[in-house]
């Protein structure tokens, strides 16, 4: 049984959140040791050579003191680095793009109600068994679309099955070609007339004629839901040329009055 589904979309978008700190080093240098004075009072000129011996041993111990400061210094030029590394985080929304949604595909109408107008047709009445029943329906528009050719009559609109009965056995059928014209010398069975008017419910089949009992199941639970009594005749408009068209191809429009 086919069955008519819809699918409904739903984008996710996933958010992120980074916070980063970022650490402090103060350094502290230490106070230069007191430099030893290099200039005590002035002694007599009479003695310089101990003065000059005694200046050197202070100057040798006061260098090493500023080492530590120049060790501790370098430490706070590593830390900014980590700060420029969280800079790139914000550009993370873009994604955001992927969030478009998906096109929706419309299905073919199943149950619309719809108004058909009468048209003028040409028509030759069938009967045909189940087993057989495309042929024979394919045997009826060759035989209506020979008559209009050698009349050089064009059609109207698209070939038609009007089903008049059926039974577990087989249909009796009108097979009608809408013209603007009338043709002449009819063949037996054939005859000149409108077709069905009225309001109906549409339904939409594709595929070959043998799957239609699928289309037609649906349709029968469909007006089983809605409660809805159909009457006992039904058209198929064929939108595709069922000549021409390869039989799993066919696209036919089915016509259901109701009562």
Sequence with gaps: MMRFRRLALAALIPAAALSLGLPEVLAQ??????????SPSPAPSASPAPA?????????????????????????TTSPSPAASASPSPT?????????PAPVQTADPFGLETTLEAKKVVMVKGTANWDSAFDTLIDAFKALNTLLDKQSIKH???????????????FTFLAEIPVEQDPKNLAKDMSIGKSPEGKVLKFVHRGSYDNMDNTYEAI???????????????????????LKTAEDKLVINVFVPLK
């Excluded at 240098?29 to 290099?38: H, L």
């Excluded at 109207?156 to 087989?170: E, F, H, L, P, R």
Aim: net charge negative.
């Design 29 to 38: 240098t230490p106070s230069p040791a007191p430099a030893a004075s290099a």
């Design 52 to 76: 000059a011996s005694a200046s050197p041993a202070p100057s040798a111990t006061a260098s090493p003191a500023p080492s530590p400061a120049a060790s501790a210094s370098p430490a706070p």
């Design 92 to 100: 993370a929304p873009p994604p955001a793009a992927a969030a478009t």
């Design 156 to 170: 109207a609109g698209n070939a038609m099955i009007v089903y008049t009965s059926t039974d577990d056995t087989g």
């Design 220 to 242: 029968t639970n469909h007006l089983d839901d809605k409660r809805l009594e159909a009457k006992d005749t039904f058209i198929e408009e064929y939108l595709t040329d069922p």
